[in-house]
């Protein structure tokens, strides 16, 4: 498998779950700032929408969408527990928690990195983000992960989100089980291992 990613982007959450699972993959740069590999290939010619997480397969099929991608990666190797197995209501929690971090964090932090976003609209993002935060801290109240005990593939893209806060000025420091799970999801030699292969580690 090729998986195409921008150093520190939402490619960050299939990066963590394919070093989690243990699969042979190749990780190929695709700048979000140039659409170009290092080869100069445009990324258009592969993604006809220009981002990133892209997932090329053995097979030469290719899968778009990060919640998608890391549901095929997790379902390829069962024994690990990335995702519970499909049809269980722990697997329809695993989707709910995909859905709500790629709609309502996700896609919230978007317009703070646009610098055609008009300034007055960035405080009303940040606590839109602010709310949907506070009850995720709920959440996280007497857990190790969002699903529980383990690990799974939705642990990789709220962390991989919640990295955004202070590049955007959001402050999260009040926090304290979101904190306490960032700092615990960045210990995993996995995480450790992608943002060290996306050059985001000293
Ligand atoms: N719906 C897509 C959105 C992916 C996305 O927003 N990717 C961003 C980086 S986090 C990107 O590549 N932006 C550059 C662009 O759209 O040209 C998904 O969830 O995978």
Known sequence: MKLFYSPGACSLSPHIVLEESGLPYEAILASTKSHKLQ???DFYTLNPLGYVPLLELDSGERLREGPAIVQYVA???PDKRLAPPAGTLERY??????????TEL????SPLFKPSTPEEYKPIAREHLDKRYAWVDEQLAGKTYLLGETFTAADAYLFTVTGWAKFTGLDLSGYEHLQ??????AARPAVQAALKAEGLLK
Do not use: N, P
């Open 39 to 41: 080869d100069g290939t």
């Open 75 to 77: 379902d390829q190797v």
């Open 93 to 102: 929690r695993l989707q709910e928690w995909l859905t709500f971090i790629g």
């Open 106 to 109: 996700h896609k919230s932090y």
């Open 180 to 185: 306490a799970f960032q700092a615990r999801v």
